[in-house]
């Protein structure tokens, strides 16, 4: 059982960088397919990036590349998406989900496991 919790949510004005994090907690995921993930109102959810937690290869969704980055800390437990130049389309609830194979990578029905969300509100 793995666990994941988001924190990082709030208010952004536009244009500006800001960085959310999701602690795991549990156990046997060195192995796993960490993601970010997020769903604006209305729309289905969207896959951001993802990366293996064992040696932090990385890949990415075509439209926020460039402008956010997966990263994580392995002694902390933490994975980060840094998200940079912010606009009012990156409003959504941002959520990390882990999975120990992730096929594809990019679905969110490939992740077993996932946080309860963090609210981005990006304002202009």
């Known amino acids: 059982q793995v666990r994941l919790v988001e924190s990082g949510g709030g208010l952004v004005q536009a244009g500006a960088s800001h960085r959310l994090s999701c602690e795991l907690s549990g156990r046997g995921f060195s192995r796993y397919i960490m993601a970010w993930f997020r769903q604006a109102p209305g729309k289905e959810r969207e896959f951001i990036a993802a990366l293996t937690w064992i040696d932090s290869i990385l890949y990415f969704g075509d439209s926020q590349k460039g402008r956010f980055f997966i990263f994580r800390d392995s002694a902390a437990n933490t994975l980060y998406l840094q998200m940079d130049s912010l606009n009012s389309e990156d409003t959504a609830i941002y959520y990390c989900?882990?999975?120990?194979?992730?096929?594809?990578?990019?679905?969110?029905?490939?992740?077993?496991?996932w946080g309860q969300g963090t609210q981005i509100t990006v304002s202009s």
């Open positions: 989900a882990a999975d120990p194979v992730a096929i594809p990578k990019s679905s969110p029905g490939s992740y077993r496991y």
